[in-house]
């Protein structure tokens, strides 16, 4: 199985500046056929499903305000925010779907400083 | 409107069985593989399995190979998961959960629904 790893945990950032938070996978989870990295990030809110922020490592989901960025290849991927806005308090997941089982990261929980 | 719509989660006794229904509408759902994903309280996403277009291609984690069925009916706009064998650690949200690109088996995620609440207890 592929294990995702995401760091920190938690991250408290004042609004206005940047957020950064990483996930590094055990395996390439790039397909070099193709040159895609098989990595997307999702928001969660409490009480909310998962929202689609990003998919194929950098491309933006439509209507995902462009604070936010994804950027990495192979094992070492980053989601960016970069002016935290109050609304963007919530829980990020990395996904991978290079390979099945599909695998999360463990989340990571941004709140405001 | 693109939006999928569980439901069937319930409270059952473990070694009970339990069928959860997606419905989907605003996309061609034919098109579209479909997964679900399920949350246990308060702990982070699990994928436990997905499905192709046809119906023909599924998989599943291991933690549910076996006692897990995902089926659909494209002549309905459903999917479903057949839960047999319950056990406690089942207890979860599921999501149903649509791919982004179409015909894909395995994808990200860019639809999904509210999520049912299945309970496995005495």
């Known amino acids: 199985d592929i294990v995702m790893t995401q760091s920190p945990a938690s991250l408290a950032v004042s609004l206005g500046e940047r957020a950064t938070i990483n996930c590094k996978s055990s395996r390439s989870v790039l397909n070099t056929s193709r040159n895609k990295n098989y990595l997307s990030w999702y928001q969660q809110k409490p009480g909310q499903p998962p929202k689609l922020l990003i998919y194929w490592a950098s491309t933006r989901e439509s209507g995902v305000p462009d604070r936010f960025s994804g950027s990495g290849s192979g094992t070492d991927f980053t989601l960016t925010i970069s002016s935290l806005q109050a609304e963007d308090v919530a829980v990020y997941y990395c996904?991978?779907?290079?390979?099945?089982?599909?695998?999360f990261g463990g989340g990571t929980k941004v709140e405001i400083k | 409107e693109v939006q999928l719509l569980e439901s069937g989660g319930d409270l059952v006794q473990p070694g009970g069985s339990l069928r959860l229904s997606c419905a989907a509408s605003?996309?061609?759902?034919?098109?579209?593989?479909v997964s679900w994903v399920r949350q246990a309280p308060g702990t982070g996403l699990e994928w436990v399995s997905s499905?192709?277009?046809?119906?023909?291609?599924?998989y599943y984690s291991d933690s549910v190979k076996g006692r897990f069925t995902i089926s659909r009916d494209n002549s309905k706009n459903t999917l479903y998961l057949q839960m047999n064998r319950l056990r406690a650690e089942d207890t979860a949200r599921y999501y149903c959960?649509?791919?982004?690109?179409?015909?894909?088996?395995?994808?990200?995620?860019?639809?999904w629904g509210q999520g049912t609440l299945v309970t496995v207890s005495s």
């Open positions: 605003g996309f061609t759902f034919s098109n579209y593989g």
């Open positions: 959960a649509k791919h982004v690109g179409a015909g894909l088996i395995v994808d990200a995620f860019d639809i």
């Open positions: 996904h991978q779907y290079y390979d099945t089982p599909l695998t």
């Open positions: 499905i192709g277009t046809s119906g023909y291609s599924t």
